[in-house]
């Protein structure tokens, strides 16, 4: 198979769909990759890299969407991107299209095999190539909530750790998953008085064992975020329905009762943000403010950290990518249920339910079973 690897065009996105190493795996397994110039540059990865892992050079993201038989990136095509796209041709990437009706509607009418990494499970009901991304945002948004609550940056002048005769700074963390485990070790790292709300009693128990005393577990309900919210100097939003919009569950009279210069991060604004007043950003532009609150919605945070991000990932989902090129996509779906539970759109058919129940109305489209498609 021939395998392309364009440079990621989003703002401030410096993260790569494969490395050196993983190009090297491909070519050992008789797979011909090409690697758009200066791909990975920009984090330690340059061209004689590629070229010595055994990849072909590309001057321009036009020819190798043009010759790819799949094309591997970090976050959804662009417009200009999924106009490339072609039938017979996989993506395999993030996608979160349960937000993104654009994106949504330029997919299907591509023709292309859309495989999304935030939708691929394993045998425990996770996300395996999720889980990475997770990691790094949960434990990034810590930093960047600390680094607003700066008072030079828009904050309350809060430091989260306090100091001897000062009393810490109180964390709020909504979603007991991947993020908000990772993100309340960081802030229990930094001393912070942290309080995590989760809906699943099972979980909580877990972060109970997991952090002892470190920390407080509450269960989830419209009194509890609207009490600790609004006692918190920053508040991370960490929940997730696999492939779904997120709920919205600060809604905007919670920002308004909330502390001024307090701080929110929206981790959940790939799938359209968990605050009802969050708005994507990006690095070069990352907050605004909201009744006094300091918002933080990157919609990219991991590609703050590109060069952890991309090895992390590439961890992740090279097994599966191999599978793709070994064994043709199709085959390597039927054979993996976790594996087509990856596959979103497919010769024009949406392929993933929560798509359609966010977006099927509006762009008049009809769920198609993944196994259904594949056969089309």
Do not use: W
């Amino acid at each position: 198979m021939l395998v392309g690897v364009p440079k990621e065009i989003k703002n401030h996105e410096y993260r790569v769909g494969l490395t050196p190493a993983a190009v090297k795996e491909f070519v050992t397994h008789g797979h011909d990759v090409i690697v758009e110039t200066n791909a990975g540059t920009s984090i330690g990865f340059d061209d004689e890299q590629y070229i010595a892992a055994g990849a072909s050079i590309i001057d321009s993201a036009e020819e190798i969407f043009a010759r790819a038989e799949m094309i591997v990136k970090v976050k959804e095509p662009q417009p200009n991107e999924c106009k490339m796209l072609r039938e017979g041709q996989t993506l395999y990437t993030y996608l979160h299209l349960a937000p993104d009706p654009t994106q949504t509607k330029l997919l299907v009418e591509s023709g292309a095999t859309c495989i999304a990494y935030e939708t691929v499970t394993d045998n425990r009901n996770g996300l395996p190539l999720l889980a990475p991304m997770s990691e790094v945002a949960g434990r990034m948004a810590v930093q960047a909530g600390a680094h607003y609550l700066e008072k030079s940056h828009g904050g309350s002048g809060t430091l989260l750790g306090g100091v001897p005769g000062v009393a810490p700074g109180k964390v709020l963390v909504i979603g007991g998953g991947v993020v908000g485990t990772n993100a309340a070790k960081m802030a229990i790292g930094l001393g912070a008085d942290v309080t995590i709300l989760d809906r699943s009693l099972t979980r909580l128990r877990e972060l109970d064992d997991i952090f002892a005393n470190q920390l407080k577990t509450v269960y989830s309900t419209i009194d509890a975020i609207e009490y600790y919210s609004s006692k918190a100097d920053l508040v991370i939003g960490a929940v997730l329905v696999p492939g779904a919009a997120a709920p919205k569950l600060l809604t905007r009279d919670h920002i308004k009762a909330m502390k001024e210069g307090s701080v929110v991060v929206d981790v959940a604004i790939d799938q359209g943000g968990c605050f009802a007043t969050s708005k994507a950003t990006t690095h070069q532009d990352p907050v605004y403010i909201v009744d006094g609150v300091v918002h933080y919605c990157v919609a990219n945070m991991p590609g703050g950290v590109a060069r952890t991000s991309t090895m992390a990932l590439n961890n992740a989902t090279l097994p599966f990518g191999l599978a793709l090129a070994n064994k043709g996509p199709k085959r390597a779906m039927l054979e993996d249920a976790h594996l087509l539970n990856g596959l979103n759109v497919h010769k024009g058919k949406v392929t993933y339910k929560a798509v359609i129940d966010a977006l099927g109305t509006e762009l008049n489209l009809e769920y198609v079973e993944p196994k259904q498609a594949l056969e089309l």
